[in-house]
Each structure stands twice: as C-alpha cells, then as structure tokens.
C-alpha cells in the first residue's frame, strides 16, 4: 500500500490476555517507529527500528511489552500479560531513514482497550 | 518524559481567524516538526524547519523558531473549519533519532 498499514484498528482484550499489534510500514523504509498515545495525551516514544535492529527499546514500560521487526519490513508489537493500564492508541510511524530524522509517516494507530 | 510543551493546550476560534500555537523544549535540537492530528487518526505532517532556520511558510502556515529561548511558534491564518484538530510539535535531540512530541494544542474553528 502506499502508506503505513496497522492492525487491527480496534482490539477489546480482557485483563491478563496477551495482544500483537502489527505495522506495515511504507515500502523502503528503512526506520520504523512505535509510539503510544493515551487518551487526550501526546506521543510516548515505545521503541525505534533501524532496519530489523532495535537500537533503542529504552521506552517500553515495562518487560511485558516486546516487539520486532523482520524483513526489514512488518513490525510486531506484543503486549503480554494487558493491564488495564495498558489501553491506548498503539502508533507506528516510518522514515526513509533514522539519520537527522526527517518527517515521520504515521499509520492510522491500533486502539487497545483493556477490559 | 516529553522534550516540548505545547501552549495553549486548547484553542477555540471562529473561520476566518488566525491561530496561533507554541511550542517549547529543553535541548538543543537538529529541527522540529510540526504534525496534525484529526479525531481518532493517525498524525500528518504539516512542516519541518531546521535549527538553523527561523521561519519558514507553507501555504496558510506559518512557523518560527527561536533557538535561543528554545521555542517555536505555529500560525494557521485565516482558518477554516477543516483546521479543527490537535497540533503537535516534535523534536529530535542533537544526536537523537527519534521524535519526542508535546501533549498538542486543540483547535477547535467555529462556523
């Protein structure tokens, strides 16, 4: 598709489930980003993909939180064990490159509601 | 925590008025970006100006950016309706890769 790609849109999970939101980035695009963005908040930085590495997971809550990427493409971000404090929206976004970050393409985001 | 700080965090104002938003941060930066977002959508890009830069236009935007008091300014003139939406600012720290965004600026544009 020409721009980024998530699923699901909308996710209702109960407490203790495990959920995997997953990010089809832009063709080419070599960095990949996931940010989550609480209800009437800004952007909280989870994770950066510089192709399938990921050289900084510094923003990821807490251990139940994981993700990858492979192909240097889809990326997949894991929520084990939700909390209720886990519900958001789950937003990737991709750049043409990680280096002097330019614009950021950002997909339509993954609501996560926990029950 | 969050690099900038939006301000107002909300704004209301009738089509045709201008709009004028804020944006400060704490370090230095390689350029700072400007992004929509609409109702339950993802973010769009509006504008991207360089530290070395201090003002830059687009169409009916207006952005400034002062790095000696670590700050910016979006202007929207004469605005329609359609501009209703939260508008962010993001940063990337100086050997940083990625974007830190404020809380945003709600505009709301009253018919």
Redesign the interface.
């Known amino acids: 598709g020409a721009g980024?790609s998530q699923s699901p849109s909308n996710k209702v999970t109960e407490k203790g489930k495990d959920v995997e939101l997953r990010c089809d980035p832009i063709s080419g695009h070599t960095?990949l980003?996931w940010?989550r963005q609480r209800l009437g908040?800004?952007?909280e930085?989870l994770i950066?993909f510089?192709g399938n590495s990921a050289?900084?997971k510094s923003g990821l809550p807490s251990d139940r939180f994981s993700a990858e990427r492979t192909g240097e493409s889809v990326s997949t971000l894991t929520i084990q064990r939700t909390q209720q404090e886990d519900s958001a929206v789950y937003?990737c976004?991709s750049s043409p490159t990680?280096?002097?970050?330019?614009?950021?393409?950002?997909?339509?985001?993954s609501r996560l509601t926990v029950l | 925590s969050q690099q900038g700080e939006e301000d107002p965090q909300a704004l209301s104002i009738q089509e045709g008025e201008n709009a004028t938003m804020n944006c400060s941060y704490k370090t230095s930066i390689n350029n700072l970006q400007w992004y929509r977002q609409n109702s339950g959508r993802g973010l769009v890009h509006l504008i991207l100006i360089r530290s070395n830069e201090r003002e830059k236009h687009s169409g009916r935007l207006r952005v400034t950016l002062d790095t000696s008091k670590k700050s910016s300014s979006l202007l929207i003139t004469a605005s329609r309706a359609a501009d209703t939406a939260s508008y962010f600012c993001a940063t990337d720290a100086s050997n940083d890769y990625k974007l830190s965004f404020g809380a945003g600026t709600t505009v709301t544009v009253r018919a």
């Open positions: 980024v960095a980003y940010y908040q800004g952007l930085f950066y510089q050289p900084d937003l976004a990680g280096l002097n970050t330019g614009e950021l393409f950002f997909g339509e985001g």
